[in-house]
Nanobody, 120 residues
Framework: QVQLVESGGGLVQAGGSLRLSCAASGSIFSINPMGWYRQAPGKQRELVARITSSGYTNYADSVKGRFTISRDNAKNTVYLQMNSLKPEDTAVYYC??????????????WGQGTQVTVSS
């Protein structure tokens, strides 16, 4: 089985920064891609950023220029650096990874989520 463990969420003031981390562990052969999603109360879960093993990235329009996604393939870890945070960034942030599990094939995995709250 595969487990995604997230860290780095918390409470910050508008204009502040946070860095989220997500490490995957288990019977992993390869991971591609990895990404971050978020869900605010009463809203659908949305893609925030995604990155391939080769380093190609996609961002939601609402976070371009403020957030940066990166990964360490050797550690099976993805990061999300969040700068210039706004109150509308408040949400539960979820790590996602498409994983080739040794002996089984590809499957999609999610972390438990970490709360990010931005005060005005």
């Amino acid at each position: 089985q595969v487990q995604l463990v997230e860290s780095g969420g918390g409470l910050v003031q508008a204009g502040g920064s946070l860095r989220l981390s997500c490490a995957a562990s288990g019977s992993i052969f390869s991971i591609n891609p990895m990404g971050w999603y978020r869900q605010a109360p009463g809203k659908q879960r949305e893609l925030v950023a995604r990155i391939t093993s080769s380093g190609y990235t996609n961002y939601a329009d609402s976070v371009k220029g403020r957030f940066t996604i990166s990964r360490d393939n050797a550690k099976n870890t993805v990061y999300l650096q969040m700068n210039s945070l706004k109150p509308e960034d408040t949400a539960v942030y979820y790590c996602n990874a498409n994983v080739w599990v040794t002996g089984r094939g590809y499957d999609d995995y999610w972390g438990q989520g970490t709360q990010v709250t931005v005060s005005s």
